[in-house]
């Protein structure tokens, strides 16, 4: 098992920047695809962006193709998020699955959770 904890959200205005991090405990971090997701009124799990462990190639949702990095070392997954809008509000989670996931974007591929952390962006 792995156990997974976001920080880094809150509240910022539209053209802002945030940082989320995730800190992952248990297991061995490096043999687990990584992906973020948000929960928004209209979609529950919105794929955001995904690494695979055995490659440095990200994948992103086209809604933040640009605006949002995703990163990783030993221990800890990131998402830089800039250039905010309104419409990326929601509630970020960072996911884990055993690697190789087949379709890194699709939520179901994905074992271990965290609890989520808020991210608001202001107009």
């Known amino acids: 098992q792995v156990q997974l904890r976001e920080s880094g959200g809150g509240l910022v205005q539209t053209g802002g920047s945030l940082r989320l991090s995730c800190t992952a405990s248990?297991?061995?971090?490096?043999?687990?695809?990584m992906g973020w997701f948000r929960r928004t009124h209209e979609k529950e799990r919105d794929f955001v962006a995904a690494?695979?462990?055995?490659?440095?190639r990200p994948y992103y949702a086209e809604s933040v193709k640009g605006r949002f990095t995703i990163s990783r070392d030993n221990a800890n997954l990131y998402l830089q998020m800039n250039s905010l809008k309104p419409e990326d509000t929601a509630v970020y989670y960072c996911?884990?699955?055993?690697?190789?996931?087949?379709?890194?974007?699709?939520?179901?591929?994905?074992?271990?959770w965290g609890q989520g952390t808020q991210v608001s962006v202001s107009s």
């Open positions: 996911a884990a699955g055993p690697a190789p996931t087949l379709r890194p974007s699709d939520s179901r591929e994905y074992d271990y």
């Open positions: 248990g297991r061995t971090f490096s043999v687990y695809d």
């Open positions: 690494l695979r462990a055995s490659s440095p």
